[in-house]
């Protein structure tokens, strides 16, 4: 595939730079959300640093028609959009911030062009979902298979899968509006795809060749990524430290976003 | 606790907030910023089987979802409400304190604290129950009415496709009967039979298209062609059956139109022929005109505007919609009087949808029909390969000095086929397997070999991946012959160093055509290959041996294509060598990660610039490279010494691009 010039990559991810400093930072959305999910979070660090915002091709308004199968059948290809975003934007000395599954990613972008990154910010990282030969993930295969079910029927079950036909009903324009829960939307296709490949990766020997140093912002009571699976992720690479935060859930960029903050900016003062 | 006051006929009914909230007819439920229910009403309570102090202060609302709804919630359902403000009709099965599920929708909606931690939701819950067991069944009928619908199209595509292979040799042995002497009764029969054996080919070929359309497998072919000569073909065509009707068949094309477009003109032509056969037959007496104006012509694109005008029965206002539908017809009379199955509109207008494009229709009763329509077409590119395969006339004397191995497991085909060619005397052979091909070939020299994919013992694609990688004086070209459609089997045809293809089934003409521009194109490789080697040595690459497969490249192509214009020729050869560069830096990447995928995306990728240097040799190396990256087992040595030999040839190639001389090489050309 001829390689995409730099206005494709930026609309392609839906990319924005704001903020007026030099060090870039890029904030990767999880699974789930788009970059919707850093608005409480990045406004702190506009004047300080660069801030980088994009989509994940499939998510919020990424350029669907990117989407390849092969090419998103494994978090690699997520994690070379990200280093394309790098260099179309000739980015250097990059602080990339990864929530949920996109934590991974940054993982797989720093070991591929580790000479881009200073820092690695992982909140509720977690190499492997699944409970395998002692390692707990938190999950059974079933779990998953359940999640799909959910998506299934969230995504294409009956109101979704008329929304299009209603709203696109040019006799009733009054049916297009506020009908459906507008963000955050994904194809449903892409949504159980990329469900399959979050859940089902296996990252632990990644974690191993990370050199970037790295903060790990854990949950107290995270379902998805459990304690003990950032304990695991923070022991497991070279050069990370662990932060514990008392919001509970998933999502602390959206439930806790002040403690979020402070706990980003507490670790970039460290090291500075 | 409600009181009825007296004496008032329009008395209010009084009910408390606390009697609205506990007996509602759905569920509330309010939660805290982390999940933890703080209140719910006795609907809900009910429904889940749990005491309100079993729940309160202490559970979170995820525990009350499965697994995969925790997922969702922490994943979707959260993050949108926090962004949004609110959630609508999220479906999630909610648990029971006895362990069984109900599916629910809930509605949450965000009461916004002073901070974020603050934060309260509230939600209603709806059983869905019954609605979930409508919607699966369904949704069930959903499924199985697309699952039958595909399989119907399947079976269709079959069938279509079972049934031509012995149409064919009807069709053939009927064209082969009609030259026969025959008397009259005899020459009536064979007439009836191939007009018959066409009508049904006609109707099964439109059955395929329209199957194929279904399937989607239809895709638009790019290549250049001569919109004036498909229209000339077309009146030709229809021009007998317009005579026998007394109709005048016109054509009106737009003087502006340039001589070669770029597009698919197999579909245009299908398209045309199905609205001038449609407007013929329902045509008695007046005429029949095709008009194609120029629209719009940009440096990329040229907009067409096609016209199909009768003086027929014309059109109720009523029907103008249904005529486009498959099978049918503007009424059950007309296709009593008229014949015809109802497909060609279907198909024509699937064509046109191909093209972003759709068909107009105006017609009056008695006065006739225009049907209309509008193709962007790319403008004709100069670098467009495909332009010189037009055939010119051939000579004969090639035909006659040329050899041809006809490879094909089924007596009749091979009978009908080998009538064709006594017919065109040309000399040829037969085999029929692919291993018997193989024999012939190391031991005859042939120009062309026409394989039929489908035979036992080793079949055509096995066959000619194997003659690609023998040792020969002397590559034929290979021509397949199959009733597969080429779309289904273009990677295999190229993987196995197939040259072209011929749908079965093929009239006379159309193995005609293709096989004689085959022996004509092989003949001048070999001639000018001659030619540069004497003259010219150096255009020729200095290789070891002699032989023909050994060159490296030949301009032969290119100087035709180059016209006289130097200029022309110099920067051609340039940019080759510079593409030349990249494809071998591409090459060496694909031995890195030791991919055949990627040496067949080179193969492929390179097509354009093999073809007009015909560096043939290069490729049938990149092929057995290929072939020897499939094999897992394969030697280190064997491999290392292919990467050396392309190496050489790629450094060959580059070298001798750089160093031609195109003015000695344009004056040799033009002295011959």
């Known amino acids: ?272 | 606790m409600s009181k009825t006051p007296k004496n008032t006929p329009e008395a209010k009914v009084y009910e408390s907030a606390e009697e609205l909230y506990h007996d509602a007819p759905c569920g509330y439920i309010s939660f805290t910023n982390n999940g933890t229910i703080y209140n719910l009403n006795k609907t809900l309570l009910n429904w889940l089987g749990y005491s309100r102090d079993e729940l309160i202060g202490h559970t979170k609302i995820q525990d009350l979802f499965k697994m995969g709804g925790k997922i969702f919630f922490e994943t979707h359902f959260f993050p949108l409400i926090r962004i949004q403000g609110f959630a609508n009709e999220i479906n999630f099965e909610i648990k029971k304190k006895d362990k069984s599920s109900f599916p629910a929708l809930i509605n949450v909606k965000e009461i916004k604290g002073p901070t974020v931690n603050d934060n309260r939701y509230r939600a209603s819950v709806y059983d869905i129950t019954d609605r979930k067991k409508y919607e699966q069944e369904l949704i069930k009928s959903k499924i199985k009415a697309e699952e039958s619908s595909k399989a119907k199209a399947e079976f269709l595509a079959t069938i279509s496709h079972e049934i031509r292979t012995p149409l064919n040799a009807i069709l053939g042995i009927g064209n082969l009967l009609a030259k026969t002497p025959l008397n009259a009764k005899q020459k009536e029969y064979s007439d009836i039979l191939r007009l018959s054996s066409d009508s049904l080919l006609s109707l099964i070929n439109n059955l395929l298209d329209l199957s194929k359309m279904e399937a989607r497998q239809v895709e638009l072919e790019k290549k250049s062609f001569s919109i004036r000569r498909l229209v000339d073909s077309l009146i030709h065509t229809f021009d007998v059956k317009c005579k026998e009707k007394e109709i005048q068949l016109l054509s009106e094309l737009d003087d502006d139109i340039p001589s070669y477009i770029t597009g698919d003109p197999i579909k245009l032509n299908q398209i045309l022929t199905n609205l001038i056969g449609n407007a013929i037959k329902f045509t008695c007496h007046g005429h029949v005109k095709l008009i194609v104006d120029l629209n719009e012509i940009g440096k990329e694109k040229i907009k067409l505007d096609f016209k199909i005008e009768d003086t027929g029965i014309g059109i109720p206002k009523d029907k103008l919609q249904s005529i486009f539908k498959e099978f049918s017809q503007a009424s059950y009379d007309v296709n009593l009087e008229y014949g015809g199955t109802g497909l060609g509109l279907s198909i024509t207008q699937k064509l046109l949808q191909l093209h972003n494009s759709e068909i107009k229709v105006e017609s009056e009763i008695d006065k006739g029909s225009v049907f209309s329509f509008q193709i962007e077409y790319d403008n004709y590119d100069f670098a467009n390969p495909k332009a010189n395969q037009i055939f010119d006339h051939i000579d004969s004397e090639v035909l006659d000095s040329a050899k041809v191995l006809v490879v094909e497991d089924n007596p009749v085909n091979i009978f009908v086929i080998s009538e064709y060619l006594s017919d065109w005397k040309i000399d040829f052979d037969t085999a029929e397997n692919g291993k018997e091909a193989i024999n012939a070939v190391t031991k005859e020299k042939y120009d062309v070999l026409l394989m039929d994919l489908h035979m036992p013992i080793i079949n055509g694609f096995e066959a000619s991946s194997t003659i690609r990688n023998l040792d020969l004086e002397h590559q034929p070209a290979i021509l397949a012959l199959s009733a597969t459609s080429r779309e289904n089997i273009q990677a295999e045809l190229q993987r196995a160093g197939i040259d072209d293809f011929i749908s079965k089934p093929f009239g006379p003409d159309d193995l005609f055509k293709v096989l004689s521009h085959y022996i004509k194109t092989k003949h001048n490789l070999k001639d000018i290959k001659h030619i540069s080697k004497s003259d010219n040595p150096k255009t020729a690459s200095p290789s070891k041996d002699s032989g023909d497969s050994d060159q490296t490249f030949d301009l032969s192509r290119v100087i035709k294509m180059a016209n006289n214009k130097p200029e022309f020729l110099r920067k051609f050869v340039k940019n080759t060598a510079i593409s030349f560069e990249d494809y071998l830096a591409d090459f060496q990447k694909a031995i890195q990660t030791k991919d055949p995928e990627k040496i067949s995306d080179l193969i492929h990728k390179s097509t354009m610039s093999v073809y007009y240097i015909k560096s043939d040799n290069l490729v049938k190396l990149l092929r057995e490279c290929q072939h020897i990256l499939e094999d897992k087992n394969h030697k280190c040595s064997s491999l290392q010494a292919k990467v050396s030999e392309i190496t050489s040839e790629f450094h060959n190639i580059i070298r001798d691009l750089k160093s031609v001389n195109i003015d000695e090489l344009m004056s040799s050309q033009t002295t011959q």
């Open chain 1, 1 to 272: 595939m001829a390689a995409l010039s730099k206005e494709e990559i930026l609309k392609r991810n839906n990319v924005s730079v704001q903020g007026s400093g030099s060090q870039p930072m890029i904030f990767a959305h999880g699974y789930g959300c788009d970059q919707n999910m850093w608005r409480y979070v990045y406004p702190a660090f506009l004047d300080k640093y660069k801030v980088i915002l994009f989509d994940h091709v499939g998510a919020g308004n990424s350029d669907e028609s990117y989407y390849k199968k092969d090419k998103y059948d494994s978090l690699q290809g997520y994690a070379d959009d990200i280093l394309e975003i790098c260099a179309a934007l000739e980015l250097q000395n990059i602080i990339l911030v990864g929530h949920s599954v996109s934590s991974m990613i940054a993982v797989l972008a720093a070991n591929k062009e580790p000479s881009l990154f200073s820092n690695l910010i992982m909140v509720g990282p977690s190499p492997c979902y699944i409970n395998k030969n002692g390692y707990k993930g938190g999950f059974e295969q079933e779990d998953i298979d359940e999640l799909l079910v959910a998506l299934d029927s969230n995504y294409l079950g009956w109101s979704s899968n008329m929304a299009p036909v209603i709203m696109g009903n040019p006799d009733r324009p009054e049916l297009g509006e506020e009908l459906t829960n507008s963000f955050c939307r994904t194809n449903p296709e892409i949504a159980k795809h990329f469900a399959n490949v979050t859940f089902l990766s296996d990252n632990r020997e990644d974690l191993k060749s990370l050199s970037i140093p790295a903060l790990v912002i854990q949950c107290s009571e995270d379902v998805i990524a459990p304690q003990e699976v950032g304990q695991y992720v923070c022991n497991n690479t070279i050069d990370s430290k662990f932060k514990l935060i008392n919001a509970t859930g998933h999502c602390p960029n959206l439930s806790a976003p002040e403690e979020t903050i402070d706990a980003i900016k507490t670790y970039l003062e460290e090291i500075s």
